[in-house]
């Protein structure tokens, strides 16, 4: 790239696109509004005589994969998508950029490569992940043989798109697994797994003694422990939630071996590991990011910790040292109060009334875009029967998230069939009747007999009926492995992580991006803002209580209740002044 060019601005940019005119008079017109947009972004907010032309900063800031995420100034992926792809063709015509392409000789070895693994059947969609290897390595000059471990982890660590990533993760497997039918030879180091060198903490199997006490506290968690002079049980967990705070027992196991601070398969018990030290050296290493993993949350530490604590506890030791090492971090002090990305967020949605409209929309929205995919699911490709399913789970997530905003593991866990189920469709008059027992309920606080209303955003009977009798059944017989089916459930077995990428995807595809416990501070914060809120009603909603719901879910304008506060002064003055005249 040209040096001096490299040095120029967005401003420089606009003139040279006046000035030689490089595109069609209609595309001209297009790339110059969405350039001149820049200025106007949050991101860059200043004047684009001080925005670098920089076509590398511009891919690392915006991305250049599909669109994860809405960036703020943009009410939709498609317009984010036409700016993104107008601006950068400008940086690339600026600069004379040409998009690397990769020679493909015929008689290379990748493409005999291909050819061999065609020939013995391999689906030509999972070709496209070799043809991304491929490419890549062609452009170093790699053959196959020449191929390393330390490469492909290069090639994963450096890809910038999660599709790339994938990809070269299962041409590697590919590879490996076809070797024996290849005419070319190819480098053993396909068969070692790759994996993104900063992820997610990997757990590793507990030693004995500390697993067998570890299982025992666990299934004395699910059971109760025994407290009082009868010593009965109290205070009993769901497996789901026992196998969390086991989480945090498996994460200091862990932890404590990347530190040095336990060697690791040697045997040990939670004896040895109570010192108090010894978690202090953990907690200041994971919040100084020393970890080969992604910085855990504060939050997320904060909860390992503590069921760690618990655990040395009810192994019978001594665990106010390590409350007390807990509680002198900093980092820890509002834990348990919302993060301040979440309050940011609550004060961005309700600000942002299209937003709130949209939100409120998604129902009707989701099920005519529903209706429509399913319309053609009989003749339609795979891909456009995944979609409509996919719509139709969302439609009627939607439906009743806008009406009882339950956590997304109290959803998944609805019954539906049977006159015990806890979902019941009935007709018109009586509509949607919901009920979540205690036992699939984080805290145990139930609904029972809700009916949903119809409101202005979508019929929850309406559209949870249609779910159930036109989507339902097909995502039964064709998109779910067979081990995983729930006929009982609402929604058949779908998992937590496939119905967030659902909502998530949907959600964003209509121009308000949230995740699904999103929706429920969404709603908290819309109804606490509402003149003469009523935390009581919101708690119910929620499934919370009071205290929880002001400290956790809501954002409160407070400069709006200073200006009610001022009005309500205002009046009681003139009350009390008018009656003291009297």
């Given at each position: 790239m040209d040096t001096l060019k490299y040095m120029k601005t967005i401003a420089d940019m606009v003139h040279w696109?006046?000035?030689?005119?490089?595109f069609t008079p209609a595309?001209?017109?297009?790339?110059l509004g969405s350039v001149r947009k820049m200025k106007k972004l949050p991101h860059y907010g200043v004047p684009l005589e001080q925005i670098p032309a920089d076509l590398d900063a511009f891919d690392k800031t915006w991305g250049r994969g599909p669109v994860r995420q809405l960036p703020v100034g943009f009410k939709s992926t498609s317009s984010f998508s036409a700016w993104r792809s107008q601006v950068r063709s400008a940086l690339t015509a600026f600069f004379g950029t040409a998009k690397p392409v990769a020679t493909a000789d015929p008689d290379d070895n990748w493409s005999k490569l291909m050819t061999d693994l065609e020939t013995a059947g391999v689906p030509a969609k999972k070709l496209i992940a070799v043809t991304v290897l491929a490419n890549a390595a062609r452009q170093e000059a790699l053959a196959p043989i020449k191929v390393s471990h330390s490469w492909l982890q290069g090639a994963v660590d450096t890809a910038d798109t999660p599709g790339r990533h994938r990809s070269i993760k299962a041409a590697s497997k590919l590879i490996h697994k076809h070797r024996n039918v290849l005419s070319v030879e190819t480098s053993p180091d396909f068969g070692i797994p790759v994996q993104k060198s900063r992820t997610h903490c990997r757990r590793l199997a507990l030693p004995e003694p500390l697993s067998t006490?570890?299982?025992t506290w666990k299934q004395t968690r699910i059971q109760g422990e025994r407290k009082g002079h009868r010593r009965k049980r109290k205070s009993a967990c769901s497996p789901a939630r026992a196998e969390q705070a086991m989480r945090g027992v498996t994460y200091v196991y862990r932890a404590m071996v990347d530190a040095k601070l336990l060697q690791p398969e040697q045997a040990c018990s939670v004896?040895?590991?109570?010192?108090?030290?010894?978690?202090?050296e953990v907690i200041e290493r994971e919040l100084n990011g020393k970890f080969d993993w992604e910085p855990l949350q504060p939050t997320t530490l904060f909860e390992y910790v503590n069921n760690w604590k618990l655990f040395v506890r009810g192994s019978g030791h001594d665990a106010d040292a390590l409350t007390e090492i807990i509680s002198d971090f900093s980092e820890f002090e509002n834990v348990k109060s919302m993060s301040t990305s979440?309050?940011?967020?609550?004060?961005?949605?309700?600000?942002d009334h299209h937003k709130q409209a949209v939100f409120f929309n998604?129902?009707?929205?989701?099920f005519r875009k529903?209706?429509?995919?399913m319309q053609t699911y009989e003749t339609g490709s795979q891909r456009e029967k995944d979609t409509a399913i996919a719509l139709g789970i969302a439609a009627c997530a939607a439906a009743i998230w806008t009406s009882l905003p339950l956590r997304i593991s109290t959803l998944l866990q609805l019954t539906y069939g049977g006159e015990s189920a806890d979902v019941q469709l009935h007709g018109s008059r009586r509509g949607l009747v919901l009920t979540t027992p205690p036992d699939i309920v984080k805290n145990g606080y139930s609904h029972h007999y809700i009916t949903l209303l119809a409101k202005r955003g979508g019929d929850p009977r309406e559209i949870v009926s249609w779910f159930a009798h036109e989507a339902r059944p097909r995502l039964l017989a064709a998109h779910i492995a067979p081990h995983l089916r729930q006929p009982d459930r609402l929604f058949g077995g779908v998992s937590y992580a496939r119905l967030s990428s659902i909502w998530q995807d949907a959600t964003l595809s209509a121009g308000v991006p949230m995740t699904p416990h999103q929706v429920r501070h969404a709603l908290a914060t819309i109804m606490a803002n509402q003149p003469g809120a009523d935390y009581a009603i919101i708690a119910a909603l929620l499934g919370d209580t009071e205290a929880t719901v002001r400290k956790n879910y809501v954002f409160v304008d407070q400069a709006r209740k200073h200006e009610e506060g001022q009005k309500l002064?205002?009046?009681i003055q003139s009350n009390v002044l008018m009656r003291g005249a009297a």
């Open positions: 696109i006046e000035t030689d005119n490089p595309f001209q017109k297009k790339v006490e570890a299982e004896s040895e590991m109570a010192n108090p030290s010894l978690l202090e979440r309050r940011d967020w609550c004060e961005a949605f309700l600000l998604l129902p009707n929205a989701l529903a209706k429509n995919a002064l205002a009046q």
